[in-house]
């Protein structure tokens, strides 16, 4: 398989796009499966036996219990930039809300899970006491993560122009996927003089997420490229909640990260052995329409007539 991910051009990034379900747009092609891999996948998208919760790990400022996670939390580490058991509080804020949103999904209620998927979260915490972001520490969290065996990782931060240690983390982690953001600039990162990371990281396991509004557009503020975005899903006054439990708003391609994860973990609990490349492929094609119910949220391709092949005529 390529070692590198499958960059196709795509059409009319600012135009029209429908949300199925109010959980995903896909914007690429690139997505042709290997023959029989969606062979064999019972009708609900569950594997057979029910439901198998996945772990999401959510690398971040830290995850409070309240709202829909608390019920979903699993205990964390603080990676800062050594990793080690206890995360602390969430002094910022942004954790809690994007850990909340995995969970909740694009639901108008922030304090009720939805399901299926049934997704538990694993914080990761890379800022220090006061909220300041370790680099390294991001690094080491992508590498306990791998090393726990987590199959998905919402990383919802962008990191301009990147650092050479986060991106040697994800390229040693080729069996867990890389959710994160395309960034709020309004501008096309493929044409960036300096690179918005880690976005436009050509690694396989990385699936970058640009933000919709509620008109199905193409949020104003969201970064937008033919070659490096990968998928857009609703990141513009989603609910979710604050470190206090307060129920809040947010807006921003990092929370439109949570729910691609979301959407990910899902298609991890019906392919059980499916590689990050293959769940991207299925994430990029609107597979996951196909293998759970709406309920919750299912993403969907915009164009069904479209190839996905990668090939866009």
Avoid: K
């Avoid at 029989?36 to 036996?49: M, Q, R, V, Y």
């Avoid at 804020?93 to 999904?105: K, M, Q, Y």
């Avoid at 309920?295 to 069904?304: C, F, K, L, Q, W």
Wanted: hydrophobic share 40%.
């Amino acid at each position: 398989m390529n070692s590198e991910r499958s960059r196709s051009r795509t059409a009319g990034l600012n135009g029209a796009v429908s949300v199925a379900a109010a959980v995903v747009v896909i914007l690429t092609g690139g997505c042709g499966a290997p023959s029989g891999e969606t062979a064999g996948l019972p009708a609900n998208g569950t594997p057979s036996g029910g439901t198998i919760p996945i772990t999401v790990a959510v690398i971040d400022t830290g995850v409070s219990p309240v709202g829909a996670v608390r019920e979903h939390r699993s205990p964390g580490v603080r990676c800062d930039p050594v990793c080690r058991a206890g995360d602390g509080p969430d002094v910022d804020g942004h954790g809690t809300a994007v850990a909340n949103l995995v969970v909740t999904g694009a639901g108008a209620d922030p304090t009720e899970a939805a399901t299926p998927p049934d997704v538990d979260v694993v914080p990761v915490q890379v800022t220090d006491e006061r909220g300041v972001l370790s680099l390294r520490g991001v690094a080491a969290g992508i590498r306990w993560a791998a090393s726990e065996g987590v199959p998905v990782v919402a990383l919802p931060l962008v990191l301009g122009g990147g650092d050479p240690g986060v991106a040697a983390a994800i390229r040693s982690a080729p069996d867990t996927l890389f959710v994160v953001p395309a960034g709020n600039d309004g501008f096309d990162v493929d044409e960036r003089s300096v690179p918005v990371h880690p976005c436009v990281d050509t690694a396989p396991n990385v699936l970058c997420v640009a933000a919709t509004d509620g008109t199905g557009r193409l949020s104003a503020s969201s970064n937008r490229g033919a070659v490096s975005v990968d998928v857009a899903a609703p990141g513009v006054d989603l609910a979710t909640v604050d470190p206090s439990g307060r129920s809040i708003r947010v807006s921003g391609t990092s929370y439109a990260v949570p729910l691609v994860a979301r959407s990910a973990a899902g298609l991890v609990a019906a392919r059980p052995g499916s590689t990050p490349e293959s769940v991207a492929r299925a994430l990029r094609c609107g597979e996951l329409a196909d293998l759970l119910p709406a309920a919750g949220g299912a993403p969907g391709r915009p164009d069904p007539t479209r190839p996905c092949d990668g090939s866009l005529g």
